[in-house]
């Protein structure tokens, strides 16, 4: 069964551990995900932005797959599921649909109208019990499209979207998704610092999680973020394990064609990938 992640990452907060999120792409990356989970005792958020929710049928086809999988599974651990990056309209979609959780991005509008469509948001979550992370700041890098550069949050803000009622909340502190280039600046820990002090029992969130050396991880966790969300890590990982797997010729051998043969490694990169991330932030066992 699915839970709000709310529980899970005021846990993790108060434990100074993270709780990871996964994004999902298809079958084989929410299987790794929860199998995962299951055998290292670890809560875990399954993440979904716009363009993987499209990409896999709409929202109500992945509610009856994740919670298909649980169920199969006999996944026993704390799963959320969260949309990534969701617009208000995808947000309002995704609760209709049966996710635990969602995200709504309000950063890229003036504070006032960002205030106005979280404050409606929450009241509708409160009343179904599920999660809700916000953002203030945006997140640099790429987002579906969306480009950004790694911009630093006002904590003022912060505080007024946390006074919101909202369960988590994402602020830009130099971080971006995707790679990481190699004039990056690194993370801002005084914003950090100063933002953790105005939001208190608050579980911040820091996207953009791959490629950030595991000491500024450690740093961060310190300073009060709960939740990290890790995609282009395994999607590398993937990558990388299936080329490897058809560049030796595997698949033209004996039913090596099979996609229950050809995705095996992949997938099998995945796990170890999710595996390092939840040993580094610590949510081992914390199930």
Same mark, same amino acid.
């Given at each position: ?87 208000? #309209?995808?947000?309002?979609? *995704?609760? /209709?649909? @049966?996710? =635990?959780?969602?995200?709504?991005? +309000? !950063?890229?509008?003036?504070? $006032? ?6 404050? #409606?948001?929450?009241?509708? *979550?409160? /009343?179904? @019990?599920? =999660?809700?992370?916000?953002?203030? +700041? !945006?997140?640099?890098?790429? $987002? ?6 790694? #911009? ?29 280039? #190699? ?105």
């Amino acid at each position: 069964m699915l839970v709000s992640a709310k529980e899970m990452l005021n846990k993790a907060k108060a434990g100074k551990y993270a709780v990871g999120q996964f994004n999902i792409n298809n079958l084989e990356w929410t299987k790794a995900i929860l199998q995962t989970a299951q055998e290292l005792n670890s809560p875990v958020i399954l993440g979904v932005s716009e363009g993987a929710g499209k990409y896999m049928c709409g929202y109500t086809t992945i509610v009856g797959m994740v919670n298909g999988m649980i169920n199969e599974l006999g996944i026993t651990v704390p799963v959320a599921l969260h949309l990534d990056h969701g617009s208000y #309209e995808h947000a309002k979609k *995704c609760i /209709e649909a @049966g996710f =635990s959780s969602v995200m709504f991005d +309000g !950063s890229h509008y003036a504070i $006032e109208e960002n205030i106005e469509k979280t404050k #409606e948001l929450v009241a509708i *979550c409160e /009343e179904k @019990g599920l =999660s809700i992370e916000a953002e203030v +700041g !945006s997140i640099g890098g790429e $987002e579906d499209g969306v480009v950004g550069a790694g #911009e630093v949050a006002d904590p003022k803000e912060c505080k007024m979207i946390a006074d919101l009622g909202v369960t988590m909340l994402a602020a830009g502190i130099g971080n971006i998704h995707g790679k990481y280039p #190699e004039n990056w600046a690194g993370l801002s820990f005084d914003t950090l610092d100063a933002i953790q002090q105005l939001t208190g029992d608050m579980p911040l969130v820091l996207h953009g999680g791959t490629g950030i050396p595991a000491e500024m991880i450690k740093k961060a966790i310190s300073l009060g973020v709960s939740k990290i969300n890790v995609n282009t890590e395994c999607q590398l990982a993937f990558a990388a394990a299936t080329r490897k797997y058809v560049e030796a010729g595997k698949d033209l051998q004996g039913k090596g064609f099979d996609p229950r043969k050809l995705l095996a490694d992949g997938t099998q990169a995945i796990k170890d990938t999710v595996k390092e991330k939840m040993e580094l932030f610590g949510s081992v066992n914390k199930a």
